[in-house]
């Protein structure tokens, strides 16, 4: 499940919602990144959503329905797992992904895919679905990812595509003013959270200041924060 969404206006503001059903996951806050792990059996706590201190934020949805063009193929690629991972570690660059996502050189997992809407400090926007190509997006006045794929929209029924949350989304962003900032985008997130497929972590990067801002479980009064060090 999930949303992802990122507005330019005065302030550079990423916001995303983690719905997970029946898996652990934790924010780690630290001075160069603020990311959520999820703990998988095969390779324990995984760092895959969050913000680091060069601007960028890496997200993460489940693309529905699967489409089996995302399954490794035993050619030379790399697991977009990974590439985010190393993005938001800092071990890669917003350049050299969207070279990686140019090339095609981008798989998911076998029986599921997995797409990315990644940022950098300047607002720009990738969004990779592996399998069906990339969209690069030069400082967009918003840009919103949820769990359908970009490439085929409405064509593929599922039911946990997301569509009315995309459209909520959207309208709210469309309706934002020039000054739109953390508080507002709490409140897009707050109308997109679920409960079926729960809403675990909600998070805010306000770019322009540095600084992450999140809750957990829907506690929309309980918002803490952490400034990270360029």
Not at 21 to 28: A, F, I, Q, R, S
Not at 48 to 73: K, Q
Not at 155 to 166: A, F, Q, S, T
Request: net charge negative; proline share 4%.
């Amino acid at each position: 499940m999930c949303t992802s969404l990122i507005s330019n206006r005065n302030k550079t503001i990423v916001g995303w919602n983690l719905d997970l059903l029946n898996m652990e996951c934790k924010v780690t806050a630290q001075s160069e990144r603020v990311y959520i792990s999820v703990k998988t059996q095969e390779e324990g706590w995984l760092p895959l959503f969050g913000a680091n201190n060069r601007g960028e934020f890496i997200a993460m949805p489940t693309c529905w329905p699967h489409d089996g063009r995302s399954d490794p193929s035993g050619e030379e690629s790399t697991s977009i797992i990974m590439l985010d991972i190393e993005l938001l570690l800092g071990r890669k660059t917003f350049e050299q992904v969207l070279i990686e996502a140019k090339a095609g050189r981008v798989h998911s997992e076998k029986g599921i895919t997995y797409q990315a809407q990644l940022s950098d400090g300047k607002g720009n926007v990738l969004q990779i679905v592996p399998g069906q190509g990339y969209i690069y997006k030069e400082k967009p006045l918003y840009s919103v990812l949820i769990n359908f794929s970009p490439f085929k929209g409405e064509r593929e029924k599922h039911p946990w595509m997301g569509l009315d949350r995309y459209n909520k989304a959207v309208e709210m962003l469309e309706q934002a003013d020039d000054d739109f900032d953390v508080r507002d985008c709490f409140e897009i997130l707050k109308s997109t959270s679920q409960s079926v497929c729960p809403t675990v972590v909600s998070m805010v990067f306000d770019v322009t200041e540095n600084t992450v801002y999140w809750c957990e479980n829907q506690r929309w009064d309980n918002v803490v924060c952490k400034r990270m060090e360029r």
